[in-house]
């Protein structure tokens, strides 16, 4: 640990595999991202990804059916804008061995030692530093330094866009598929900058990279102490022609990119003090968590964020579960277009719930780019209908945290009522000890181990959230609620489906019951399951898995971390429960049964639980960082020190702190914002100190505490 929470270096990391470290070093700014390869080593891994630039290939089923979903779409890897070729006067290739890589989280600038080899042995060194423009996304600053450390003499440097080599095949269907349907045409605008144009051939859409330098692409030097150039890389709108007029510098890109990141760590600082371990690695979370997120309406945050093509740069419902709440409480901005990403599919989702048997409303794809249904294992795909009422859940978080009701006018409530009107259509009424219940039949809740169930709790848990919340909004926006073709018997048919949603419970247990039939089952045979049999998923089939009571991560326990209205009692009889037939196998489990037991005062637990989660991917956890980071867990990462530890809640427009504080640390500082103030708020072991550093005077609730904070 260097001291420095927002600097690291690889030194600090156990694993050095170049594709893993090409994770970690990874360097996005919301609309493309570059991974942190070896400039002279080729790597199938390596390469920029741009959000929402993927291609279409057909699923092909052995047996399909209608409904399936049809066509793949796959995030695209493109050249590598650190490629570099150095020969020295022979014609010798050098080639590169990295010294360390060093990242510098407060200026968002990552520097990159090498030590350079020919086949005789001699040695320069390469220092490459680079960085991305964040105001102005389309830039990336390369920067080279060429030393001579025993080699002195002729060098040809070769600096160009190139196709990326393609990886192999991998069955893992956490991996992206291999795209080979790529067209590319170069255009030389001089010897000193170029174009790289690349169109897919299904999805039809096109993509410019250009690459400019001061000096020429090409260039002999004779190497006697140093020599430096730059670069800079360009990266154009996707289905936009590039503009190369007034390209900046590095030094313009490195000063965008500080001044972006010191107002970025103004709104967002997180200080751990007791632990400088997990304080530089919360800070690295949300650095990249915040660099994976698409800001422009138009996009949305990728499982793998753009550290990577893991999962095919899919968006699922981790975005508004695990990511979303981190912007909603510093940068709302982000959290707004993130929302109005789900208003543009709209339509592909209202055709989806009709392909799905329901003629009102819509249901989002639970993993897609083009809001298009991607996922080719429905009962692990499209069956998790709860992503409806996730994104619902998403839009009421950010006005909790906002009191943003012009924007819920404008995007929100159109949101919240098509997802409302699916729930309706739907479900279905069944009798239940002489009285009428509302139930759903046939769905996965979060819990992939467990699928195609009926009355999952989660999932009716969240239905009965989003249908109250679509008649509060109907009631608050009449006239806008009317527009959309809002009746009053509507409203009276959304009111009763609410009221009458079935919620299992068992009374024997004294807790939710995770659907009808979880407690029917055996539970998995853990005492034989050897530990290289996780994840179980790559082990058994999934209709072994199903037949036991196992969970690949919280289910139940999500809904009570979402609602937090059963007693404490009832809170500690279901985590008791539920934690021990949980694998974690999924990265999004870990961060949710800590700050759950930050809740019920299982301190301990609560911060075992939080290690791990925050350094999922600085300890390659999973196993398969390499892939690109786990990027909901970051946000889980945050969420488990903001809702965990320091017992952040929102109820009734009004603010709740309660001091959670771990033993293991002196003192933790965050920094909120709500509705327009922005807050640091310090923990202490015996009491919780709040500033207003920005906006109006508040009140807020401090350990049961009302105190105005001025």
Not at 75 to 101: G, H, M, Q, S, T
Not at 299 to 306: P, S
Not at 327 to 354: C, G, H, M, V, W
Not at 629 to 637: E, T, W
């Amino acid at each position: 640990m260097n001291g420095n929470a927002k600097v690291l270096s690889n030194h600090e990391l156990q694993s050095q595999a170049p594709s893993y470290l090409e994770t970690i070093f990874s360097l996005a700014n919301g609309h493309f991202g570059i991974r942190g390869s070896n400039p002279l080593q080729e790597s199938s891994t390596g390469g920029t990804v741009v959000n929402g630039f993927y291609e279409i290939s057909p699923i092909h089923y052995g047996e399909a059916a209608f409904g399936y979903a049809k066509n793949n779409q796959t995030i695209v890897n493109l050249p590598d804008f650190y490629a570099l070729e150095i020969f020295d006067e022979n014609e010798d290739r050098f080639v590169a061995k990295l010294d360390e890589k060093s990242l510098d989280m407060q200026t968002g600038m990552l520097t990159s030692n090498y030590i350079l080899t020919n086949s005789e042995q001699q040695k320069i060194k390469l220092v490459v530093k680079s960085v991305l423009s964040q105001n102005k996304d389309s830039f990336v600053g390369l920067q080279y330094k060429i030393q001579s450390l025993d080699y002195q003499g002729k060098l040809l440097i070769k600096k160009h866009l190139q196709p990326v080599k393609n990886a192999t095949e991998n069955n893992d269907p956490r991996k992206s598929r291999v795209v080979q349907t790529l067209t590319y045409q170069r255009e030389t605008i001089n010897n000193s900058c170029e174009i790289l144009k690349i169109a897919t051939k299904f999805s039809h859409l096109h993509l410019d990279l250009g690459l400019c330098s001061k000096i020429s692409l090409e260039q002999n030097i004779v190497l006697k102490e140093s020599f430096e150039f730059e670069c800079i890389g360009i990266v154009g709108e996707i289905d936009q022609t590039l503009n190369l007029d007034k390209i900046p510098t590095f030094q313009d890109i490195l000063a965008d990119s500080q001044d972006f990141w010191d107002k970025f760590w103004h709104n967002s600082e997180v200080i751990i003090s007791g632990n400088d371990e997990l304080n530089q690695a919360l800070h690295y979370n949300i650095f990249q968590l915040m660099s994976s997120s698409g800001r422009d309406g138009k996009t949305n945050i990728a499982a793998k964020g753009l550290s990577g093509t893991g999962y095919e740069g899919h968006y699922f419902w981790d975005t508004e579960m695990y990511m979303a709440p981190f912007f909603d409480f510093t940068n709302p901005q982000i959290a707004r277009n993130l929302i109005k990403y789900r208003y543009s599919i709209l339509p592909e989702s209202k055709k989806r719930a009709k392909t799905l048997g329901v003629d009102q409303g819509v249901l989002f794809a639970w993993r897609t780019i083009n809001g298009q249904e991607a996922s080719a294992y429905y009962p692990a795909g499209t069956a998790q209908y709860h992503i409806d009422a996730d994104v619902a859940f998403g839009v009421y978080r950010y006005l909790s945290a906002t009191d943003d009701w012009q924007f819920i006018e404008d995007y929100g409530l159109k949101i919240v009522l098509e997802t409302a009107r699916f729930w309706r259509g739907f479900g279905s009424y069944t009798e239940m000890n002489g009285r009428k219940k509302f139930c759903f039949y046939d769905v996965t809740g979060p819990d992939e181990y467990t699928a195609i169930v009926d009355n999952n709790y989660y999932t009716n848990r969240m239905a009965k959230f989003n249908l109250n919340f679509a008649v509060k909004l109907i009631e608050k926006f009449p006239q806008k609620a009317q527009s959309l073709g809002v009746t009053s018997k509507e409203i009276n048919d959304l009111k009763q489906t609410a009221q009458a949603i079935y919620l299992p419970y068992d009374k024997k247990l004294g807790i939710n019951q995770q659907d009808d039939s979880s407690f029917k089952k055996p539970v998995w045979p853990f005492e034989k399951t050897p530990k290289e049999n996780y994840p179980l998923l790559l082990h058994y089939h999934p209709l072994t898995i199903y037949r036991y009571q196992v969970n690949k991560q919280a289910d139940t326990i999500l809904a009570d971390f979402l609602f937090n209205d059963i007693s404490q009692a009832q809170l500690k009889r279901e985590y008791d429960y539920y934690e021990k037939i949980t694998t974690h196998d999924s990265s999004l489990s870990r961060s949710i049964f800590s700050a759950m037991a930050a809740r019920i005062g299982l301190k301990q637990k609560a911060y075992d639980y939080f290690i791990d989660t925050v350094r999922t991917d600085l300890t390659d956890l999973q196993g398969n960082s390499a892939d690109g980071l786990h990027v909901a867990n970051l946000g889980g990462s945050w969420l488990t020190v903001v809702f965990g530890f320091c017992g952040v809640e929102v109820k009734n427009g009004t603010l709740f702190l309660h001091n959670n504080l771990p033993k293991a640390w002196n003192k933790l500082s965050i920094r909120l914002k709500f509705k327009g103030r922005l807050l640091k708020m310090t923990y202490s072991p015996d009491k919780i100190e709040v500033d207003l550093l920005d906006g109006q005077p508040i009140k807020l609730f401090i350990d049961g505490t009302s105190q105005m904070i001025v």
